[in-house]
Nanobody, 118 residues
Framework: QVQLVESGGGLVQPGGSLRLSCAASGSIFSIVPMAWYRQAPGKQRELVAAITTGTSTNYADSVKGRFTISRDNAKNAKNTVYLQMNDLKPEDTAVYYC?????????WGQGTQVTVSS
């Protein structure tokens, strides 16, 4: 089993910043691609950003230039991914989920709420 633990959500005013973290643990024995998804009320879950085992990244058009995904592959922090979110907008309000696909199985974190409101 693979466990994903997220942290860093919260309430922020429009234009503010938050940094989300996600650490994978359990039966995961290699560095794997990781991703962040989000789901707003009444909407489908959507991909926000993804990162390969190296440094290649992919972003949803709606967050390009504002969000940055990065990872820490150091031995003691293997498979830890971050999402730096700047210039947050009310439409970024959602539950944010970390995701990995490992050995043909998908794993989700428990989600962390991000609310952008004045």
């Amino acid at each position: 089993q693979v466990q994903l633990v997220e942290s860093g959500g919260g309430l922020v005013q429009p234009g503010g910043s938050l940094r989300l973290s996600c650490a994978a643990s359990g039966s995961i024995f290699s560095i794997v691609p990781m991703a962040w998804y989000r789901q707003a009320p009444g909407k489908q879950r959507e991909l926000v950003a993804a990162i390969t085992t190296g440094t290649s990244t992919n972003y949803a058009d709606s967050v390009k230039g504002r969000f940055t995904i990065s990872r820490d592959n150091a031995k003691n922090a293997k498979n830890t991914v971050y999402l730096q979110m700047n210039d947050l907008k009310p439409e970024d309000t959602a539950v944010y989920y970390c995701y990995v696909n490992y050995r043909m199985s998908g794993y989700w974190g428990q989600g962390t709420q991000v609310t952008v409101s004045s």
